[in-house]
């Protein structure tokens, strides 16, 4: 939305070059999302981008679902020994299957029948496992607890 691209003006006026794309199957992009698709797509923006930075260094942002497919670019990224220089998670989720649940793009999807099968089910199938995905953890911005944000001031 409109926040991003505020944020991506700030960024730029700091002296960052923003380098923004729309998955397969959002926006202005054609064909259909898949956890395979993204990160082939994500690693060859990234390609893209180690081609033209020379030695500057080039950061992963991805943010709310996008850290999904942040994660395993990064993860890609270790295993050919080209990592980037950090990796920034705007708003993580800590469980694949429920965000992708509860994600406002499977909103019109999630009550057809087969909808697990269909869309959940792949998703899930990468290997990539959370220490938390059996117990789940709280961090203090998600806590209704005041006495969370006293323990950090």
Known sequence: GDHRVELYKVLSSLGYHVVTFDYRGWGDSVGTPSERGMTYDALHVFDWIKARSGDNPVY??????????ATNLVRRLCERET???????????????????????????????????????????????????????????????????????
């Open 83 to 153: 990592p980037p220089d950090a990796l920034i998670l705007e708003s993580p989720f800590t469980n694949i299957r429920e965000e992708a649940k509860s994600h406002p793009f499977s909103v019109i999807y999630r009550y057809f029948p087969g909808f697990d099968w269909f869309f959940l089910d792949p998703i899930t199938s990468s290997g990539i496992k959370f220490a938390n995905d059996e117990k789940p953890q709280q961090g203090p911005g998600s806590s209704p607890d005041p006495s969370m944000w006293s323990e950090l001031v």
């Open 60 to 69: 992963i942002w991805g943010h709310s679902l996008g850290t999904g497919v």
